[in-house]
């Protein structure tokens, strides 16, 4: 074999060692990237759907798969995991009062610097707030 033709041959060893590398490291890359798919229904073990929304039962869902639970184990589990829902919820709500309380505040002290039309403005994007906030409440969750 001459030179010539060794040059090509590490050439085109070279050249396909590229294709393979780099085609296995796209296929990744776009495999990673790719959409996952939504939660909002998946299949269970007995051919039924689970909503992957609620808080109980994505708890109840990990809980399972990551201990190993048995479905007796389960059924004791989420009493408990209803009463955090609830907890939580509660902590939420005041929370968010709270938030609302300081932001009330923190407007009506700000109010003395503005003009007329930058309160009504304020007041406005106030009120958006509140109208977005209340839609958003009232949503079931997308998860």
Do not use: W
Not at 25 to 52: I, M
């Amino acid at each position: 074999m001459t030179v010539k033709a060794k040059l090509i041959s590490g050439l085109a060893a070279i050249f396909v060692a590229g294709l393979v590398v780099g085609g296995s490291v796209g296929f990744q890359v776009a495999r990673s990237n790719a959409p996952k798919a939504p939660l909002t229904e998946r299949r269970d073990s007995k051919g039924g759907t689970r909503s992957g929304g609620d808080f109980v039962e994505k708890m109840c869902l990990r809980q399972q798969k990551d201990l190993g639970l048995s479905d007796e184990q389960l059924t004791k589990i989420k009493p408990v995991y209803e009463q955090a829902s609830a907890d939580l919820k509660a902590v939420n709500a005041e929370n968010y009062e709270r938030v609302r309380a300081i932001y009330r505040a923190s407007h009506e002290r700000i109010k003395p610097f503005l003009t007329t039309n930058q309160v009504q403005k304020l007041e406005e994007k106030i009120r958006e707030r509140e109208m977005r906030f209340k839609k958003h409440s009232q949503e079931k969750p997308k998860c």
